[in-house]
């Protein structure tokens, strides 16, 4: 953090990540969820069809091997249990106003797991400032993502996701 006339300013550390392939994006998705930690939140953004339930899938199945991991498109959330914590993927397009989300237990889960979220920016400002933004574009056929975090132990897990 620096401190500029009394004020502290949040210093944003990024990260991008390139992706080809789908077993590229399996890779890196694998290689994020080894630095996940129990109150991580990871807030994909992107446009339609970039890639966001792809990468979702990926982290999931690298921590549960769940064979079966549906978007939550009309469940809006679903869960599973990893070794270490419980993950609730989250599909919020289909939300009219943020508050929608507190019946799906979101306060609850930021705390007690680890969140997936797509489409982040339909629960505007319920959505905690130190999270792992991740934003998904397709530049010239390639998958990037963007990681961004904003506190020094967060980038220190970030220069450790090993993809390579």
């Not at 339609?48 to 982290?59: A, Q, Y």
């Not at 905690?128 to 980038?155: A, G, H, L, M, Y």
Request: hydrophobic share 35%; glycine share 4%; proline share 3%.
């Amino acid at each position: 953090m620096i401190s500029v006339r009394g004020f502290k300013k949040m210093m944003m550390y990024k990260r991008i990540f390139e992706c080809v392939t789908e077993e590229d994006t399996r890779r890196l998705a694998s290689a994020v969820s080894r630095i996940a930690q129990k109150g991580d939140i990871f807030a994909l953004f992107g446009t339609l069809g970039v890639g966001k339930s792809t990468f979702s899938r990926f982290f999931i199945q690298s921590l549960c091997n769940a064979t079966e991991v549906p978007s939550p498109t009309f469940t809006l959330v679903q869960t599973y249990e990893s070794d270490n914590f419980e993950i609730y993927h989250y599909d919020m397009y289909r939300l009219k106003i943020p508050e929608e989300a507190y019946e799906l237990g979101i306060e609850e889960s930021f705390y007690s797991g680890v969140n997936l979220i797509e489409w982040p920016e339909k629960i505007g400002y319920l959505l905690p400032k130190d999270i792992w933004q991740v934003t998904i574009q397709v530049i010239n056929n390639t998958r990037c993502f963007e990681f961004s975090v904003n506190n020094e132990e967060k980038r220190q897990r970030l220069e450790k996701i090993d993809y390579a």
